[in-house]
T-cell receptor, first 112, second 112 residues
Framework: QQQVKQSPQSLIVQKGGISIINCAYE??????FPWYQQFPGKGPALLIA???DVSEKKEGRFTISFNKSAKQFSLHIMDSQPGDSATYFC???????????WGLGTSLAVNP | DAGVTQSPTHLIKTRGQQVTLRCSPK?????VSWYQQALGQGPQFIFQ???????QRGNFPDRFSGHQFPNYSSELNVNALLLGDSALYLC???????????FGPGTRLTVL
């Protein structure tokens, strides 16, 4: 059972365009939702994270939109650049142990 | 400030052997989590260590064991290696009440 469902599996965007990746969850106990960026052969790097008491958070070109009632959250990458080409993972966690539950990832390719 | 470091970078073993992977957390962090990431998949939680004890465990067999030292560094041990254990093993550290987990570059384990 996939507790965090991520879509699309892959995405191709033109340089300067907007990349949008969506995630949905079932467990209402989740209270922290990070997005990670991963390049081939490297560890995931935290991009941006949000908590359920906020509907939107922006850091530079990256924005998280959060819809608590729909149990969905999304990552928007504005002015996408070829250097943004990577795999993006959404995740969620709850409880004292803060175990991250991950989506399956989205492979983003930004064409020059 | 050094981030999370892992050693070795790459490792090749044969079936049935045992392996030990090492992780040094980010300065000031006291919690270490280990994840397994198969090729093309999202990370899967193995276990988490805090105050030298295993605090939570994912769905991994007892062949996977770990240890945390007084300086918060950690080891992941895998016994009786199987071909299916081939993966990128990621260590993440976090500290105090912070939710953010910072990942190391990973150790690529290949089992032949």
């Amino acid at each position: 059972q996939q507790q965090v469902k991520q879509s699309p599996q892959s995405l191709i965007v033109q340089k300067g365009g907007i990349s949008i990746i969506n995630c949905a969850y079932e467990n209402t106990a989740f209270d922290y939702f990070p997005w990670y960026q991963q390049f081939p052969g490297k560890g995931p790097a935290l991009l941006i994270a949000i908590r359920p008491d906020v509907s939107e958070k922006k850091e530079g070109r990256f924005t998280i939109s959060f819809n608590k009632s729909a149990k969905q959250f999304s990552l928007h990458i504005m002015d996408s650049q070829p250097g943004d080409s990577a795999t993006y993972f959404c995740a969620a966690c709850a409880g004292n142990n803060r175990k991250l539950i991950w989506g399956l990832g989205t492979s983003l390719a930004v064409n020059p | 400030d050094a981030g999370v470091t892992q050693s070795p970078t790459h490792l090749i073993k044969t079936r049935g052997q045992q392996v030990t992977l090492r992780c040094s957390p980010k300065s000031g962090h006291d919690t270490v989590s280990w994840y397994q990431q198969a090729l093309g998949q999202g990370p899967q939680f193995i276990f988490q260590y805090y105050e030298e004890e295993e605090r939570q465990r994912g769905n991994f067999p007892d062949r996977f064991s770990g240890h945390q030292f007084p300086n918060y560094s950690s080891e992941l041990n895998v016994n009786a290696l199987l071909l299916g254990d081939s993966a990128l093993y990621l260590c993440a550290s976090s500290g105090g009440a912070q939710d953010t987990q910072y990942f190391g570059p990973g150790t690529r384990l290949t089992v032949l």
